[in-house]
């Protein structure tokens, strides 16, 4: 793993907002910077409270998918066209901020994805973008990157440039109280992977270690809190910052493998992307543990058990998930078991993240991994 000595660069909007009432501070900096068209890329829940952003008659395309495809890209980059849009917002979880983020690169561009997909290929954005998140889970407030599916393959397509960061990020945590229980914790436990799998890379950096660690303690002390009563602000905030601090840790070092078998979970069956990761996570935090012992050990101290076995930290890691009111089997979100060895088929190619995993997963490790996750 890279030392304090090898170089590192981190980018991140020029413009962070963190605190509860931040939300309110978007209208003036929309008229501040000159912006006359506004365009919000939203699912169709966060679509039906556009009132909170305290915009004039802003667009909006209101039908982000869970886990947005092509085609779904392609009818938002449309309506942001059809409306001129001068301004995008991404206003929801990681989906409408991905989707947002292709958007506002694809808008003034006769490019489509294939063109700009992989990385730094992107054209120069002509318009502002602003993210807003409203879960406290994925980062990509303050990221890159974007995933999309393609519907042929249901392979995910990454694209990533530093065109698609934020001129603003407004975290704030009152926009995620209405967040039930539930997705509460999956959405935890998926900022919480990021800061996990960052911090047990082989390109672990110590800068981003520190950024993870702290991501990981704050999910540790305030999840279950927010949990039990949604309106805890004190526990809203603290998950917000862990999710901005796992944003960070995905530019320079990123995801490994727990996200990697999460994926076509997700593409595959639709399983939503934050509970996707919370399956994945004790079975690969146990497999990686014999590789970084030391790291383990303070995930284990940051959550609550010890780490003196492969066995204790699958137990402690399983316990912490399940203690959240998550069911932490594959069948019970719909997951059909015939189709596991065509899952780890497809996980075992995504080579941009398990190269980089701690310890070397073949592709019947990882059929063994959702075996003993089903």
């Known amino acids: 793993m890279p030392g304090l000595e090898q170089a590192l660069e981190m980018q991140r909007p020029p413009i962070v907002r963190f605190g509860v009432g931040q939300i309110e501070t978007l209208a003036a900096w929309v008229a501040g910077v000159g912006v006359r068209r506004c365009f919000v890329v939203a699912d169709r829940i966060n679509a039906a409270?556009?009132?909170?952003?305290?915009?004039?008659?802003?667009?909006?395309?209101?039908?982000?998918?869970?886990?947005?495809?092509?085609?779904?890209?392609?009818?938002?980059?449309?309506?942001?066209?059809?409306?001129?849009?001068?301004?995008?917002?991404?206003?929801?979880?990681?989906?409408?901020?991905?989707?947002?983020?292709?958007?506002a690169v694809l808008v003034s561009?006769?490019?489509?994805?294939?063109?700009?997909?992989?990385?730094?290929?992107?054209?120069?954005?002509?318009?502002?973008?602003?993210?807003?998140?409203?879960?406290?889970?994925?980062?990509?407030?303050?990221?890159?990157?974007?995933?999309?599916?393609?519907?042929?393959?249901?392979?995910?397509?990454?694209?990533?440039?530093?065109?698609?960061?934020?001129?603003?990020?407004i975290i704030d945590p009152a926009l995620t109280v209405s967040v039930p229980p539930m997705v509460t914790a999956a959405t935890g436990v998926d900022a919480m992977a990021h800061c996990v799998e960052a911090f047990t890379s082989k390109r672990a950096h110590p800068i981003i270690d520190g950024y993870a660690l702290r991501g990981i303690q704050l999910v540790g002390r305030y999840l279950k809190r927010a949990v039990?009563?949604?309106?805890?602000?004190?526990?809203?905030?603290?998950?917000?910052?862990?999710?901005?601090?796992?944003?960070?840790?995905?530019?320079p070092v990123n995801t490994t493998a727990g996200h990697a078998l999460a994926y076509?979970?997700?593409?595959?069956?639709?399983?939503?992307?934050?509970?996707?990761?919370?399956?994945?996570?004790?079975?690969?935090?146990a497999a990686n543990a014999r590789a970084v012992p030391e790291k383990t050990a303070l995930v284990g101290e940051a959550l609550g058990f010890t780490c003196e076995s492969r066995q204790a930290v699958f137990g402690g890691a399983n316990a912490f998930c399940t203690g959240?009111?998550?069911?932490?089997?594959?069948?019970?979100?719909?997951?059909?078991?015939?189709?596991?060895p065509a899952c780890a088929s497809e996980a075992h190619q995504i080579r941009r993240l398990l190269d980089f995993n701690p310890v070397d997963l073949k592709e019947a490790d990882i059929l063994n991994i959702y075996e003993a996750a089903y």
């Open 49 to 103: 409270r556009l009132d909170v952003l305290g915009l004039e008659n802003p667009g909006v395309f209101g039908d982000v998918k869970p886990e947005p495809d092509l085609p779904n890209l392609e009818a938002a980059v449309a309506a942001a066209k059809a409306m001129d849009a001068d301004a995008i917002i991404g206003f929801g979880g990681g989906s409408a901020m991905d989707l947002a983020k292709l958007v």
């Open 109 to 169: 561009s006769d490019k489509g994805l294939r063109d700009v997909s992989g990385p730094n290929r992107a054209p120069k954005r002509s318009v502002k973008l602003i993210q807003i998140p409203t879960t406290a889970g994925t980062g990509s407030e303050v990221g890159t990157r974007a995933l999309i599916t393609d519907p042929e393959t249901m392979n995910k397509i990454a694209t990533e440039s530093v065109e698609m960061l934020a001129d603003m990020a």
């Open 228 to 251: 039990e009563d949604g309106r805890d602000l004190e526990a809203r905030a603290g998950l917000a910052l862990a999710a901005f601090y796992g944003g960070i840790c995905l530019g």
């Open 324 to 340: 959240l009111g998550l069911d932490m089997g594959l069948h019970s979100h719909g997951i059909p078991r015939y189709d596991l």
């Open 264 to 285: 076509p979970l997700g593409t595959r069956h639709k399983l939503a992307h934050g509970i996707a990761n919370a399956l994945i996570f004790p079975h690969v935090l």
